[in-house]
């Protein structure tokens, strides 16, 4: 493949002919400025994946953004002005524009920049060579490194020039390496040696990022298609034990394979119930509704509720959990057909009301003759009618 074909991107890409985006490049680049689309979404169009958001790079400095945008009638809404961000509004839809920075000092959880007018000091304070990518409104990918688009075509998830450096700057970028390297790596290939060594030499590090950048990280790694090397790789490494002290991957990896079976979408509160580990919720500052899907999973699956009873009361989301979590247990295969019943039994309705007993029970009785009598209809796979339940036996 000849080199000009490596570095424009697909024609076909939405950005590139989106009048909308357009319309912001020729505002900004009215008087002279550069601009350019940068990092996972010329990523992401090269490797002809689609999601990514169109992030914008100029060596313009914000006041300057917002003078030419506004010179073409463009909407202006300073979102992150102190670091160089502004968004452009454009036919009803906000892009970031960031002017190239340096890093003047790092801490490890976050950086003071400087703005600059080099993309190749913007490119070096990234974190990965594919994500150290531009492109030109017309499409001409920038690689200012010289490293992105072939570790990006081949794959490759590399810190850029000193990974311990990298990794030192913003420990978070630690777990980053496993989230690209789940989403975009070639599995054949194998991790970077390198990198491995120094995330190694700086686990501690991860201990001082907030519970929020933590959970957020290890959600969208988990939400990957196969997280189980890159989780096994965070284990091999110290990594894993740092974010969730007591886990354990022994059981990833097969509910992967029986989510892959029952031709579900992968479910990252079914993979982080498959690690366990100590405080969770805490440790990755989950939702109230995260935490509480994750209690009933880890309640569920060592107790002896039927698992159409589990449907019943707690939904199909709950029960499919619980249905793959004790099977990967078990070293057990599912097929499809195990969940149909589920989802029946998910939306069974109880055919006896409070009303339907009155006045014969009440109070404390009233509460439990329901209860007795809705175990009868759950132990008749559903199937007893309001007669039959309220016929004396």
Not at 218 to 233: F, I, S, W
């Amino acid at each position: 493949m000849d080199r000009p074909d490596l570095t424009v991107i697909p024609p076909q890409t939405p950005w590139l002919t989106d009048p909308a985006v357009q319309s912001v490049c020729r505002a900004i680049r009215a008087e002279g400025a550069e601009i350019y689309f940068v990092g996972g979404c010329v990523r992401d169009a090269l490797l002809d994946l689609q999601g990514s958001d169109v992030d914008m790079a100029t060596n313009a400095p914000p006041d300057e953004v917002t003078r030419l945008a506004k010179a073409k009638g463009l909407k202006v809404v300073p979102t992150g002005i102190d670091h160089g961000t502004v968004t452009v509004v454009s036919e009803g839809t906000g892009f970031e524009i960031t002017t190239f920075r340096r890093d003047v000092e790092t801490d490890g959880r976050r950086a003071v920049v400087a703005f600059s007018d080099d993309i190749l000091e913007d490119a070096s304070r990234r974190d990965f060579t594919l994500n150290a990518l531009y492109a030109t409104p017309e499409g001409e990918v920038v690689d200012p490194l010289g490293q992105g688009i072939e570790d990006c075509l081949a794959r490759r998830i590399r810190f850029i020039e000193n990974a311990d450096a990298r990794i030192k700057e913003d420990y978070l970028r630690a777990l980053r390496f496993f989230r690209f390297h789940a989403w975009y790596a070639d599995p054949s290939k194998g991790f970077d040696a390198d990198a491995l060594d120094a995330i190694a030499r700086n686990t501690a590090g991860l201990e001082t990022l907030s519970a929020e950048r933590l959970g957020a990280e290890m959600r969208r790694l988990l939400a990957a298609p196969d997280p189980a090397p890159a989780v096994a790789a965070m284990q091999q490494v110290g990594a894993l034990p740092r974010v969730l002290p007591g886990s354990d991957v022994t059981f990833l990896g097969p509910v992967i394979h029986l989510e892959a079976a029952l031709s579900l979408t992968p479910n990252w509160r079914y993979r982080l119930a498959a690690l366990g580990g100590q405080d969770i919720s805490d440790r990755l500052r989950l939702s109230g509704k995260d935490t509480k899907v994750l209690d009933a999973l880890r309640d569920e699956i060592g107790n002896a509720t039927p698992m159409p009873e589990i449907a019943y009361r707690q939904g199909t989301e709950i029960a499919f959990g619980v249905l793959i979590l004790r099977a990967a247990m078990a070293n057990q295969m599912l097929e499809p057909a195990a969940l149909e019943p589920l989802r029946s039994a998910s939306q069974a309705q109880f055919p006896v009301r409070a009303k339907d007993l009155m006045p014969a029970f009440k109070g404390k009785a009233l509460g439990t003759r329901l209860a007795l009598l809705e175990r009868r209809w759950i132990a008749s796979d559903f199937r007893l009618t309001r007669e039959e339940l309220m016929t004396p036996k």
